[in-house]
């Protein structure tokens, strides 16, 4: 066997020493005598995962490989080390006793695990095709989430006495708009919400009224909000089994915790396209992080949505 002496491809001079590496890891090297850079091999890095990887909700930056799990990858950006959780595979699907969903071509399991990963986990619609492994355009997967989050609606919950109220900003296209939120006590569960252009009584009591009613009317129910006084001004008027209380202004925890998450979804889906679909968004939000706190795996999630799907 040879040896085979390595020269410099600029002069020929083995005079040359080594000098870090690439972003691929290719090694590279410096010559002495003709004071260029230069590479021996180049191979591009070898990407692990098939599918397109997240970007940072924060500063756009594409995330690299923190973790990998049996089930899920988790990434991390090496910015702003903010991390989230990309599923690996699906479970087994989970038999249902009801006739399948009109207009789809596809098994009603792949749709609802696609809708839970939407508004879960902050996918975009390529990387939700790339997780389900399926052939579908992700136009399809866009119509998919917009049909079912004009068809779902939020549970019923009983035995609710207390609940917080509070509203955020949404930017669209240059205009405000109003985003309302009512969380349940204790459990932080969205009993109720609402879109609206204005912050006035008005919207208040459309939000109340739409919680309202489906409760007993001789059910006394205490309601926390901050310091906007519609609030006062709209249970003054129109309720009288429910008892306003106002706290400090940032102080509405339960309220806070669901639109900071409501803003992550907005900033990783960089605002919104249209404006008829902002109430979709908005319902198909409200609906799965319910889900999200009532269940603890996604198949009990799925199976509570066909339920949702089947009674709607």
């Known amino acids: ?39 021996l091999s180049f191979t591009k890095k070898h990407k692990l995962f098939s599918f397109p990887y997240p970007r940072c909700v924060h500063c756009n ?8 799990r049996r089930y899920f990858v988790r990434f991390r950006c090496r910015k702003c080390n903010f991390k989230t959780s990309v ?49 579908v355009s992700h136009v399809a997967i866009y119509k998919w989430i917009i049909k079912l989050s004009s068809v779902i609606s939020l549970f019923e919950f009983e035995n609710v006495f207390k609940v917080h109220g509070d509203e955020t900003v949404i930017v669209f296209r240059d205009k405000k708009y109003y985003v309302w939120l009512l969380v349940e006590h204790g459990t932080n569960l969205i009993v109720a919400w609402h879109v609206s252009r204005y912050r006035d009584m008005s919207q208040v009591k459309i939000l109340l009224d739409k919680y309202f009613s489906q409760r007993k ?41 669901k639109f900071s998450l409501f803003k992550m979804f907005v900033r990783a889906k960089r605002s919104f396209k249209k404006f008829s679909n902002i109430r979709y968004y908005v319902n198909g939000f409200c609906v799965v992080r319910n889900l999200c706190k ?19």
Do not use: W
């Open 1 to 39: 066997m040879t040896n085979v002496q390595l020269k410099c491809p600029h002069c020929g001079s083995s005079n040359f020493i080594k000098n870090g590496h690439d972003k691929f890891k290719n090694q590279i090297f410096f010559c002495k005598d003709c004071k260029r850079y230069f590479k």
């Open 61 to 68: 930056h594409v995330m690299e490989i923190y973790k990998i």
């Open 217 to 257: 009317q001789n059910t006394q129910i205490e309601l926390i909000t901050d310091g906007l006084k519609a609030y006062e001004i709209a249970v003054k008027l129109n309720f009288d089994n429910v008892e306003h209380r106002e706290v400090r202004l940032g102080k509405n925890n339960e309220c806070e915790s």
């Open 87 to 135: 599923p690996l595979s699906l479970p087994q699907p989970v038999p249902f006793n009801f006739h399948p969903f009109k207009f789809f071509r596809f098994p009603i399991y792949i749709i609802l695990k696609a809708f839970i990963l939407y508004f879960k986990y902050n996918l975009s619609l390529r990387a939700i095709k790339a997780c389900l492994n399926i052939n």
């Open 294 to 312: 009532l269940y603890e795996n996604e198949n009990e999630m799925i199976t509570a949505l066909a339920s949702i799907i089947t009674t709607s």
